[in-house]
């Protein structure tokens, strides 16, 4: 009897078979790579805000580490707060400065009793410097400059529902100097020498000494923290006579501004980086509203920045608390939160 024979080969179902089994192996395989990229690429994301947010903050530190007054909600907090000279192409949106509570503690705030506050003000001490007169008499001489960290609208601005659309900005002022130490130069004619090397950026008479200026231009006498509304709190130097005036002179205008340094103020920290600060529509887990209450009428408050003070003079503290997060609109938005208790002094 002869037996049967089968020819080699698959039939057409064992191929559609197998390539539908290869294919599916593709399809898993692709899937892993993808989101192994994805993961990746969000791992990035994260870290970078999280640098973004910790440089900030430190930013923020060394500034109150060297700070000799630290603004908050009263009249004379918010009279500083309004005569700052901040660009006009970045205007602050709606903002509080903190309510000082010498004998509180740092706690998320009771209904009906404001205390948190969304822009941080300061003044800070910028250089300490020994002027010399003709008569080879010496004067040791404070200059300060006031710094202010607030938010601005960014890009499409604050849209109901949008986590974005907030930057951080940073103002400081022109120099300051301390205008109690001007006042107590007895002699006259030291005193107007005084203000002319102020005026100039020198701290000598004797260009052989000194051929260059060393020191920004100090146009401006102040005496700390006082009240700016009150005359001679803020004087400005008269280049005529070399004296103090208690009203602006021109090109300076009525009432008293003080002038943004553009080198040192920035319109938005985070203009370049592709980051913003978390508005009051971020989800829960972005960390928006820890301390506050969350108002959303008009511009909103806080958004993603909330500053708390307490203390007496001697043992002043700072909270600072920012959440910012990748503008990145692919899968899910990094975000980074930052919390911090700055020492600082408050004289």
């Known amino acids: 009897m002869q037996g049967t024979r089968r020819e080699g080969g698959y039939t057409l179902l064992e191929v559609t078979i197998s390539a ?4 599916s192996m593709i399809l898993v395989v ?21 640098e973004i947010g910790q440089e900030l903050m430190d930013d923020m530190r060394r500034g109150l580490h060297s700070s000799v007054r630290v603004f908050h909600n009263d009249a004379i907090g918010n009279a500083y707060a309004s005569i700052l000279e901040l660009s006009p192409t970045a205007p602050r949106i709606a903002s509080r400065l903190p309510l000082l509570r010498p004998a ?3 706690e998320r705030e009771p209904v009906g009793t404001p205390y948190t506050g969304n822009m941080l003000l300061f003044a800070r001490h910028a ?5 010399v007169t003709s008569a080879n008499h010496e004067y040791n001489l404070d200059v300060y400059r006031v710094y202010s960290y607030y938010l ?9 529902g949008s986590p974005i659309g907030l930057n951080f900005c ?3 002022s022109e120099p300051l100097v301390d205008g109690k130490q001007i006042d107590a130069i007895a002699d006259s004619t030291d005193r107007q020498e005084v203000l002319r090397l102020l005026d100039t950026g020198r701290t000598t008479f004797d260009v052989m000494v000194q051929p260059d200026p060393v020191h920004t ?6 005496r700390l923290g006082e009240d700016p509304t009150v005359p001679g709190t803020i004087r400005q130097i008269d280049t005529g006579t070399w004296t103090l005036s208690t009203t602006p002179l021109a090109p300076r205008t009525a009432p008293w501004r003080l002038q943004r340094d553009p080198d040192r103020s920035s319109d938005g920290l985070l203009q370049y980086r592709h980051h913003s600060v978390a508005t009051n529509w971020s989800p829960q887990a972005y960390g928006v509203g820890v301390f506050s209450r969350m108002d959303m009428t008009g511009d909103g408050f806080p958004h993603g920045f909330e500053v708390q003070l307490i203390g007496p003079a001697s043992a002043r503290q700072v909270l600072l608390r920012l959440a910012i997060l990748s503008v990145n609109r692919a899968g899910h938005r990094a975000y980074a939160r930052s919390e911090v208790i700055q020492d600082c002094r408050d004289l």
């Open 127 to 131: 250089w300490t410097a020994t002027y």
């Open 104 to 106: 509180g503690i740092f």
């Open 217 to 222: 231009r100090v146009q401006l006498a102040w």
């Open 20 to 23: 539908a089994i290869l294919l």
């Open 152 to 160: 601005r609208s960014d890009g499409e601005g604050l849209v109901a």
């Open 30 to 50: 692709t899937n892993l790579s993808k989101s192994g990229s994805d993961a990746e690429r969000y791992a990035g994301r994260l870290a970078r805000a999280t």
């Open 170 to 172: 940073r103002f400081v």
